[in-house]
């Protein structure tokens, strides 16, 4: 049996998780991601490990995005996505 926690949940203590935070991303000529640039550093991409496409709510506001699940140089995995509506690069955690 779990006992009962001593802090009850209030609303104002929750936050969202995994927010995509806009980021800049060199691209090949098939507009892969290279490398994506952070603080003014140049990270490579060594590996991408899986590309897709979503067209979602075309009859509201449409959401048009290129994803892709990627390894940077030193081993840390992100997604990277471009929102093709708007041509913004963003950056999430897996």
């Known amino acids: 049996m779990v006992p009962t ?3 009850p949940l ?6 969202a998780l995994n ?7 060199r691209v090949n ?5 290279l490398s994506l640039i952070r603080d003014g550093a140049e990270l490579p991409v060594e590996e991408i490990r899986e ?3 979503i067209d979602d709510e075309w009859w509201r506001s449409p959401i048009i995005r290129c994803y892709a699940d990627v390894v ?4 840390k995995r992100v ?8 041509g913004d690069w963003w950056m999430q955690r897996p």
Do not use: C, N, S
């Open 72 to 75: 940077l140089a030193g081993g």
């Open 19 to 25: 927010l995509p935070v806009k980021a800049h991303v």
């Open 29 to 33: 000529e098939a507009g892969h991601p």
């Open 5 to 7: 926690p001593r802090t």
């Open 10 to 15: 209030r609303a104002d203590r929750l936050r």
């Open 51 to 53: 590309l897709w496409r």
């Open 79 to 86: 997604i990277l996505y471009q929102d093709l509506v708007t």
